[in-house]
C-alpha cells in the first residue's frame, strides 16, 4: 500500500520556515490548549503553562513569541469536565489577550493517532469566541506528526511503519478503550466521532493535490468559501505541506477568516515558523542536568512502552518500583503499597537510576466513563508517588512516560506552572522542559509520549540523561 500511495504523489513544494515567519508579522498568536504535554515535542524556546490565570497567560503574551502552549489534559476528563476545563481556559486566553492588546488563535492540539475529545473541544472553542465576537469559519484539522510517521494523504489518516503506511484505524490506537474508532479517512472519522452530526459530504478535504501544485494563493482560495464552522481535513506527509498549507491559511486569515485549529504536533511546529530542529546538544544537556541519577514514571500501556521498557532492562541495570494497579484500586490496601513503594524508591535514588510504573496489564472498566475512573485513580496514586520520591530525595531529571502520565507528573508530582520548552532529546519527539518557577524550577522534566519512537528510544533518552 505504501508504495501505491507514495507513487502518486505530487513532487513537494519546498516552503522554508523563514518565509512563514515573515509571514507572521502581524498574525495573530497562537494559544495551544494542549490535551497532554506531548504536543510541545516539535517545538523549542516556546512558553508552556501548566495554570491558566490571566496572570500567568498574561506572562505567557510578554514573552514575545509567535505562540504559547497552555496544558490542559482533558484527554484525562470525562466529556463534562473536559468542556467546561476548555471553556475555562479560552475564556482566560480572550481576557488577558484583550488586556495585552494581542489578537490570538486558538489551536486545540491532541493526538496524532485520533485519540482525544472531538468534537467536544472544538465545539466548545468554537461557542466561546462567538461569545467574544470571533465567529469560527472553519475547523482545521491536521493531525499529522511527521517526525512519528503520522501523516494524512488523500483525506486517509496513515501511521508509517517499517512495513510501509497502515491506515490509522488497524493501529492498537484504534482500539483504545476511551476513544477508539474505526474510521481512517478523517471525513468519515468527522462523522463517525460526532455521531453523525457532521455528515462527511459536509466535510472539506485540502489534498496535497492542491498544496503542493500551483502558487502560493491557490490554499487560500481553497479557504475562501469556508464558513459557519465548517471543518476541513487537510493533507502533510512532509512539513513542507503544512508549512505551504499555514502560508496559505495566515493569507486568509489576513483577509478576515478565522479558523480553529484541531492539529497533532507538526502543525504547531509550521504555525510558529519552526523548522525541524536537531536534539539538544550533549553540551546544553549537561548544564540542565545534576548530579545523581533520575527517576523515570510510566504510565503508558501501549505495547510500545513495554517494549520501550523491556529494551531499557536489557541494557541496563536500573530499580524497578511498580505499583499494582488491583491493589491500588483496593481501598484496604492501597496506603499502604504506596508507602512502601516511595520508601523503596527514594532510597534506590542514591544509588541508581529509579523506574516507578504502574502493573503492564491493562485494567478497564465495563465502559468509557469507568475506564476514565480506573485511569485517573491509577494515575492520582503514580502521581502522588512521584510528588513524595522527588520531594525526599530531588533527582538529577524526571522523565514522564505517557501523555496523561507526563501532565500529572508535571503539575501534580513536580508542581511546574510556568515552564520553557528547551528542545526535544531525540529527533522531533521527546520533549525538555525547564520550569521557570515553583518547587521544580531548574529541575530537567522530560515528556516522553507513550506511542512514539523505536524499542530502543527510551533506552537512548536515558543513557543521554545519566551520561549528563
Not at 508517588?385 to 496523561?404: D, L, M, N
Request: proline residues 4%; contains cysteine; hydrophobic residues 40%.
Amino acid at each position: 500500500m505504501s508504495s501505491t500511495v507514495d507513487a502518486r504523489l505530487p513532487p513537494v513544494r519546498r516552503v522554508p520556515a523563514a518565509r512563514v515567519r515573515q509571514a507572521l508579522s502581524g498574525a495573530r498568536q497562537v494559544a495551544v490548549l494542549d490535551d497532554d504535554p506531548t504536543g510541545t515535542q516539535t517545538v523549542r524556546e516556546l512558553p508552556v503553562l501548566t495554570r491558566w490565570t490571566v496572570d500567568d497567560i498574561r506572562w505567557a503574551l510578554r514573552q514575545g513569541k509567535a505562540g504559547f502552549f497552555v496544558l490542559t489534559n482533558t484527554r484525562s476528563l470525562a466529556p463534562d469536565a473536559a468542556a467546561a476545563r476548555d471553556r475555562e481556559v479560552a475564556e482566560a486566553c480572550l481576557t488577558a489577550a484583550e488586556q495585552e492588546g494581542v489578537r490570538l488563535a486558538f489551536a486545540s492540539r491532541s493526538d496524532s493517532t485520533l485519540r482525544g475529545h472531538f468534537p467536544l473541544e472544538t465545539d466548545v472553542l468554537t461557542d466561546v469566541m462567538a461569545q467574544h465576537g470571533q465567529a469560527v469559519d472553519g475547523v482545521l484539522l491536521a493531525p499529522a506528526y511527521v517526525d512519528a510517521g503520522r501523516v494524512t494523504i488523500g483525506g486517509v489518516h496513515w501511521l508509517r511503519t517499517a512495513e510501509g503506511l497502515t491506515p490509522a484505524a488497524d493501529s492498537e490506537f484504534a482500539r483504545d478503550a476511551t476513544f477508539g474508532y474505526r474510521s481512517s479517512r478523517l471525513a468519515e472519522w468527522v462523522e463517525e466521532k460526532s455521531g453523525g452530526r457532521i455528515a462527511r459530504g459536509d466535510v472539506t478535504e485540502l489534498t496535497l493535490e492542491v498544496i503542493r501544485t500551483g502558487t502560493d494563493e491557490k490554499v487560500p482560495a481553497s479557504l475562501t468559501d469556508v464558513r459557519d464552522g465548517r471543518v476541513v481535513v487537510l493533507d502533510a506527509d512532509e512539513d513542507d505541506d503544512l508549512r505551504a498549507t499555514v502560508l496559505g491559511i495566515l493569507a486568509a486569515e489576513g483577509s478576515g477568516k478565522s479558523f480553529l485549529y484541531r492539529v497533532g504536533p507538526s502543525f504547531v511546529r509550521a504555525r510558529v515558523g519552526q523548522d525541524a530542529q536537531p536534539p539538544i546538544d550533549d553540551e546544553t544537556l549537561a548544564g540542565l542536568v545534576g548530579p545523581g541519577h533520575g527517576l523515570l514514571v510510566v504510565g503508558s500501556h501501549v505495547g510500545l512502552t513495554t517494549r520501550q521498557l523491556d529494551h531499557l532492562g536489557r541494557q541496563r541495570r536500573f530499580t524497578t518500583v511498580e505499583l499494582d494497579v488491583p491493589t491500588l484500586l483496593d481501598d484496604t490496601r492501597a496506603e499502604d503499597h504506596l508507602r512502601a513503594a516511595v520508601a523503596t524508591a527514594t532510597a534506590a535514588l542514591a544509588e541508581n537510576l529509579v523506574v516507578l510504573s504502574t502493573s503492564r496489564a491493562l485494567v478497564t472498566g465495563d465502559d468509557e466513563a469507568h475506564s476514565l475512573e480506573i485511569a485517573r485513580r491509577v494515575s492520582a496514586a503514580l502521581t502522588r508517588a512521584a510528588g513524595e520520591i522527588v520531594a525526599a530525595r530531588r533527582p538529577s531529571y524526571v522523565v514522564g512516560k505517557g501523555g496523561i502520565t507526563s501532565s500529572d507528573v508535571a503539575t501534580g508530582s513536580l508542581g511546574i506552572d510556568r515552564a520553557w520548552i528547551r528542545g526535544s532529546l531525540l529527533p522531533g519527539i521527546v520533549s525538555l522542559w525547564e520550569p521557570a518557577s515553583g518547587p521544580a524550577e531548574g529541575l530537567p522534566y522530560v515528556v516522553f509520549a507513550g506511542n512514539v519512537g523505536g524499542e530502543a528510544s527510551l533506552t537512548e533518552v536515558i543513557e543521554r540523561l545519566e551520561r549528563a
